[in-house]
C-alpha cells in the first residue's frame, strides 16, 4: 500500500470523526469499505492531486484503493 | 481573522468598488480582469501587500485551474471568498440573435464562473474553510428589459447554479448567494439615454440609481461571518423595483 495514501485517506476520515483505517488494501471499495460518501470523495480528490499531481476522478469513475493506486502510477511512469 | 478574497472583473465599476469595501473590511484582494486600470493600482499603492492581480481573459473556460488557480491561487493561499462580479451584456432583440456572440457571453457570464466555482470549492475543501460565494446577478432575470432577454438568462444560469451549489455544499460549511443587482452607473449601463434611465428609475421605490457602495457592501458582508447562516438566497440591491 501506498503510504501516502493511507495518510491521505485517514486524513478524509478524520473530518468526519472516524478512526483510521489500518487495514486498507487494493480491493478496498471507497464507498463500502471505507465509507466515504461523495462529497468526501470531492475532498480526497482534491489531497490526492495535491500530492501526485493526478486529478484521479477526472475520466470517469473510480471504486476501489486499487484503481487510485495505479491512475497515480500511470502519471509517475 | 483576516481572508482572501477572489473578485472577477476589479478593473472599473462595481468589481472596483467591491475590491474597495473588502480592503475597508480589513481583508485581502486576489483581482482578476483583462485590464490592469490605474484605478486598481492605486489600491495595490494605497493598501502594499494586500491587493494582488492577475490578468486574466474569462472567455478562457479551460485555463481556470492552470492559470487563474495554478498560478495565481495556489493550495498555499487559502480562499475564504470569491465573488463572480465580470460579466459582458450582449444586447439586442430576440429575433437578432447570434449564436457565436452568444456562445462568447456564456463563456464569460456562466462557463468560466461555474469552473471557477468548481475549483474555488476544491480550495476550500483543501484548506478546510467555510467559504462563501457570491454571484452577481442582475434584476432584469426578475423583471424583464427590452434587449436584455440573452443577458438575463445567464445572470438567472448562475442563480440555478448558485441555489444548488448552496444545497449540495452547505454540509461543508460553503455557502453560495446571488446579489441581484439593480441599474448602476457603470461603462455597462453607459448606452442607455437618459430617457431611458429616468424610465428604469421610474420602476424603482427610491426613483434613482442602484448605488455602487450599497452593492459593494452588501457583498461584503455576505462574505463575512455576519452572514453564517445566509445560504442560498438572491439578495435584492435595486432601489426597490417595484
Ligand atoms: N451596470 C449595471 O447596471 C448592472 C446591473 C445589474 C447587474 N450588473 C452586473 O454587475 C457586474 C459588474 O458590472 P459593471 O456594471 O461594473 O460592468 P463594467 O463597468 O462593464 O465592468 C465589467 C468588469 O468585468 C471585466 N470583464 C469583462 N469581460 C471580461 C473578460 N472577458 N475577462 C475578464 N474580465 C472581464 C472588466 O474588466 P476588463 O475589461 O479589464 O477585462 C470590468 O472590470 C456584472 O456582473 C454585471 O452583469 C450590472
Known amino acids: 500500500m501506498n503510504e501516502k495514501l ?44 495535491e500530492k501526485f499531481g493526478v486529478d484521479v476522478f477526472a475520466d470517469g469513475l473510480v471504486h476501489t484503493i486499487g484503481e487510485i493506486e495505479a491512475k497515480i502510477a500511470r502519471v509517475k511512469a | 481573522m483576516s481572508k482572501n478574497i477572489l473578485v472577477t472583473g476589479v478593473s472599473q465599476g462595481l468589481g472596483l468598488a467591491i475590491a ?9 484582494v486576489y483581482g482578476v480582469s483583462r485590464r490592469h486600470s490605474p484605478e486598481y493600482a492605486a489600491l495595490q499603492e494605497k493598501f502594499p501587500g494586500r491587493v494582488h492581480f492577475h490578468a486574466f481573459d474569462l472567455a478562457g473556460v479551460d485555463a481556470v485551474k492552470e492559470d487563474l488557480f495554478g498560478k495565481f491561487l495556489p493550495f ?7 465573488v ?53 446577478s442582475s434584476i432584469s432575470v426578475h423583471t424583464g428589459y427590452k434587449g436584455l432577454a440573452m443577458y438575463a438568462s445567464t445572470k438567472g444560469a448562475l442563480e440555478a ?3 444548488n451549489t448552496a444545497r449540495e455544499w452547505g454540509e461543508r460549511g460553503v455557502r453560495s448567494n446571488c446579489l441581484v443587482a439593480g441599474f448602476m452607473e457603470t461603462a455597462m449601463s453607459g448606452k442607455l439615454t437618459e430617457e431611458q434611465r429616468q424610465r428604469i428609475y421610474n420602476r424603482t421605490a427610491l426613483k434613482q440609481a442602484t448605488k455602487l457602495g450599497s452593492v459593494a457592501d452588501t457583498v461584503v458582508f455576505l462574505l463575512g461571518d455576519g452572514a453564517a447562516s445566509v445560504t442560498g438566497q438572491n439578495i435584492f440591491v435595486d432601489s426597490g423595483t417595484i
Not at chain 2, 474597495?20 to 485581502?28: F, K, M, P, R, Y
Not at chain 2, 498555499?76 to 470569491?82: A, D, F, K, M, N
Open chain 2, 84 to 136: 463572480n462580479n465580470a460579466a459582458m451584456a450582449y444586447d439586442d432583440i430576440v429575433t437578432n440573435l447570434d449564436a457565436g456572440r452568444l456562445r462568447a457571453m456564456y463563456d464569460v457570464n456562466v462557463f468560466t464562473p461555474m469552473m471557477a466555482t468548481k475549483y474555488a470549492i476544491r480550495h476550500m475543501l483543501f484548506n478546510r474553510v467555510a467559504g462563501s460565494i457570491v454571484h452577481i
Open chain 2, 161 to 163: 447554479f448558485s441555489k
Open chain 2, 76 to 82: 498555499s493561499t487559502p480562499l475564504h471568498g470569491y
Open chain 2, 20 to 28: 474597495e469595501s473588502i480592503l475597508a473590511a480589513g481583508w485581502n
Open chain 1, 6 to 49: 493511507v495518510t491521505i485517506i485517514n486524513e478524509v476520515r478524520a473530518n468526519k470523526q472516524q478512526p483510521p483505517l489500518n487495514d486498507l488494501c487494493a480491493s478496498s471499495r471507497l464507498r463500502e469499505d471505507v465509507g466515504l460518501e461523495s462529497l468526501d470523495l470531492a475532498e480526497l480528490t482534491v489531497r490526492i492531486e
